[in-house]
């Protein structure tokens, strides 16, 4: 894949971490592709992106809708679309919830960025098969 084609390629971030979220974009713009970032569930779903996603990462625990019903929501619009998670609040229950509806990954925060980025790749890669 090209440098020309991963800025087509749309990765969103959707966490109330302003911290979180920077270094998403940090990472996701190093790798070439074009980040959307958004402080919560309903901003993201407002803002059309869903439509252009190529992956979502999300935490679990945000204000309004939670990561879980996000991942509800993507499903029900675009089933193929991989949902990574990323969480300060890991617990076993959550994670398996989560990777039962289908999330592609689940990170415990802070998380590794090397190891996020290869998360992302796989599943844009599996994504597109």
């Known amino acids: 894949m090209t440098n020309v084609t991963r800025h087509l390629v749309v990765v969103v971030a ?4 302003f911290r ?4 998403i974009e940090s990472l996701v713009e190093s790798a ?6 958004f402080s919560t569930a309903e901003e993201f779903l407002k803002s059309g992106t869903l439509a252009v996603a190529a992956c979502v990462i999300t935490d679990v625990r ?7 019903e996000l991942q509800r929501h993507i499903r029900s619009e675009r089933p193929r679309l991989p949902v990574i998670f990323i969480s300060a609040h ?16 689940f990170l415990h925060k802070p998380f590794d960025a090397a190891d996020l980025l290869r998360k ?8 597109q098969k």
């Not at 979180?20 to 270094?23: A, D, I, N, P």
């Not at 945000?62 to 879980?68: A, Q, Y």
């Not at 890991?90 to 990954?105: F, Y």
């Not at 992302?120 to 994504?127: D, F």
């Open 62 to 68: 945000m204000p309004g809708m939670d990561g879980i």
């Open 20 to 23: 979180v979220r920077e270094s």
């Open 90 to 105: 890991d617990n076993a229950e959550t994670r398996q919830l989560a990777l039962n509806e289908g999330a592609v990954s």
């Open 120 to 127: 992302i790749q796989s599943a844009l890669t599996t994504a």
């Open 32 to 37: 070439g592709y074009a980040p959307q970032l």
């Open 14 to 17: 959707v966490d109330d971490d």
